[in-house]
């Protein structure tokens, strides 16, 4: 028997200009088995509740960012609480749609951004969504409705997620029970298969050798913030040392990635000095997907980490130390006399 899941999914606007927007979108979502999560963060209390906004977004399986003309309330970041959300929600690798009014100009004044600063912070966020998420276009409350119809099946399909389920619906424990049993045995089996086909050591890059690394963050130079793509070096010593000891004990790809950018956020503003001279701080670096990818592969092809039998509350993947990569770990970390 099929067990009907529900999905998450939190709908992050700007409040109160699209409040209406928002409704519009509650029924087509609910008809596609998603329950609507959302929060606004408008209020003076704003930064006191981001922390509860992140556990929601953390619990979501999808991520909706409707933005019509405004970029919203800022923050003490200098960020909108709205664009927050949305760097969060990347942080933690939800699926991202992005519903970006096309002709915002034509809203109602109150619809709009008040002065030419705040319009040139909402143009730069679209700018930047329709770069990072998957963007969509949107006209009046009508065309919502038939958008997240359309657009959310295909995101559904193509990025699956865990969802839940009445607990009266699930198999009984036994079953669920030999079912994880098997799949570690076959993951376990595969790791194996995997560790006889891995490439000669000697033929990749190592120790001292160079990897570029690009990622993107806030940069703040005079009065303004600005988001920008740029790119630093480590070597693969550094690399490992960033995520090895958080892998004594199985660790997931969110904990190793925030060990890496924990890293590069120490020397991000001598990065981004090079395009921006007078830049004065730099935050929120998160590291492009496709480079944590190649650390991610690479260390693997090295012998150093294994994919961990056990899984998150998720059911993400977990990575630990192999033997070669505890004693690689001790060898790079381990102060001499």
């Given at each position: 028997m099929t067990v009907g899941k529900r999905f998450q999914v939190f709908i992050s606007t700007t409040y109160p200009d699209m409040q209406g927007a928002r409704q519009a979108l509650m029924p087509a979502l609910?008809?596609?088995?998603?329950?609507?999560?959302?929060?606004?963060?408008h209020g003076a209390d704003g930064a006191a509740l981001m922390p509860v906004v992140q556990r929601l977004i953390d619990d979501s399986d999808y991520f909706v960012i409707l933005l019509g003309g405004r970029y919203g309330a800022l923050s003490p970041l200098g960020l909108s609480y709205t664009h927050r959300e949305y760097i969060f929600a990347a942080t933690k690798r939800k699926p991202v749609v992005a519903?970006?009014?096309d002709q915002p100009h034509t809203l109602p004044e109150d619809g709009r951004e008040p002065n030419r600063e705040g319009q040139v912070r909402r143009d730069d966020f679209a700018r930047l969504l329709r770069t990072k998420a998957l963007c969509h276009h949107w006209h009046d409350e009508n065309d919502l409705?038939?958008?997240?119809?359309?657009v959310m099946p295909e995101v559904m399909r193509d990025h699956p997620a865990a969802g839940w389920v009445r607990a009266g619906q699930a198999a009984d424990d036994d079953q669920n029970e030999r079912l994880r049993q098997r799949i570690a045995?076959?993951?376990?089996?595969?790791?194996?298969?995997?560790?006889?086909?891995?490439?000669?050591?000697?033929?990749?890059?190592?120790?001292?050798?160079?990897?570029?690394?690009?990622?993107?963050?806030n940069v703040?130079?005079?009065?303004?913030?600005?988001?920008?793509?740029?790119?630093?070096?480590?070597?693969?010593?550094?690399?490992?040392?960033?995520v090895a000891p958080m892998m004594l004990n199985p660790a997931s790809e969110t904990v190793m990635q925030k060990?890496?950018?924990?890293?590069?956020?120490?020397?991000?503003?001598?990065?981004?000095?090079?395009?921006?001279?007078?830049?004065?701080?730099?935050?929120?670096?998160?590291?492009?997907?496709?480079?944590?990818?190649?650390?991610?592969?690479?260390?693997?092809?090295?012998?150093?980490?294994?994919?961990?039998?056990?899984?998150?509350?998720?059911?993400?993947?977990?990575?630990?130390?192999?033997?070669?990569?505890?004693?690689?770990?001790?060898?790079v970390l381990a102060q001499r006399r």
């Open positions: 609910l008809d596609l088995g998603l329950v609507p999560v959302g929060m606004d963060l519903l970006i009014h409705r038939a958008l997240v119809a359309r045995e076959l993951e376990k089996e595969r790791e194996g298969l995997l560790g006889g086909l891995r490439a000669p050591v000697r033929g990749l890059a190592r120790g001292s050798d160079l990897v570029p690394l690009e990622y993107s963050c703040y130079e005079g009065g303004d913030c600005k988001i920008t793509l740029t790119r630093c070096q480590l070597d693969w010593d550094r690399v490992f040392a960033c060990g890496l950018e924990d890293y590069i956020a120490r020397q991000a503003l001598d990065d981004v000095r090079r395009e921006f001279p007078r830049a004065h701080a730099v935050r929120n670096v998160v590291l492009a997907g496709h480079a944590f990818n190649q650390i991610k592969v690479h260390l693997r092809a090295l012998g150093l980490i294994a994919k961990s039998l056990e899984k998150d509350s998720r059911g993400m993947p977990l990575w630990q130390l192999t033997a070669q990569g505890d004693a690689t770990m001790n060898q």
